[in-house]
């Protein structure tokens, strides 16, 4: 089960630092909420996200995670998916790589990846688990998965946390962005399109006023010296 309840829609301007925790033992728990909990941002965090999200910078502000726990991983996946249906979803996971029973840290990695790409996702194994070149062989190399190894420091954790939940909100302003553009494109285009239509409209009108009567519609004098010059034109290049 999980402990956390998700909180009220936050602005859209606001980061998200919802950080999502898998691990079957609670004492691990405690700690992230005592290194996560209220931590106060470095300077350089806080000028950072004041440049991003059109802030003032505030260097005694706080980072203010929205920490959520589940004790494995399948329950983990279904937290992680009700976000996703809340249009709230979390920007990292702390994954542990033993939670017996059920599903190991790996296949609940693929499932959180399956559901949500962009997640960033720190694996938290011990040195008798999987080595890192195991991990990268069955999750592939990707810029979305860091390593923790268990005992973690809390300074590591700290620079984790804030480190990733910051990438992802950079992830998701240049998607945004490069979305805007796609679409300041696609209009364009149809603008130039109809912009292409209506001058060849105009031609059309034009030549067709230039060579037709404008009472009664009939081709005029212009259009039978314009029929006369291209026949006389087509026999001299084919005279037989």
Known sequence: MTDSTPPAPAPPS?????????????????????????????????????????????EHARVGYELAFTFQGQEGVETARRAIGQNRPYAMAFVDMR????????????????????????????????????????????????????????????????????????????????????????????KLREEITERRAAEDRLRHMALHDALTGLPNRVYLEERLRRCIERRKRNPE
């Open 99 to 190: 939670m017996p029973p059920g599903i190991d840290g790996l296949e609940t990695i693929e499932l959180l990846w399956k559901d949500d790409p962009d997640l960033q996702v720190v694996v938290c194994t011990a040195y008798s688990d999987y080595s890192s070149e195991e991990l990268a062989a069955r999750l592939g190399h990707t810029d979305r998965l860091l390593f923790l190894r268990k005992p973690f420091d809390n300074a590591e954790v700290s620079l984790l946390a804030a480190a990733l939940t910051t990438k992802w909100n950079l992830g998701k302003q240049a998607r945004l962005r490069v979305a805007e553009l796609e679409a300041m494109a696609a209009e364009r285009t149809v």
């Open 14 to 58: 606001t980061p998200n630092r919802r950080v999502l925790v898998i691990d079957d033992n609670e004492a691990i728990h405690a700690d992230y909420r005592k290194i996560l909990g209220g931590e106060q941002a470095s300077p350089d965090l806080s000028r950072a996200e004041a440049i991003l999200f059109g802030r003032r910078p505030d």
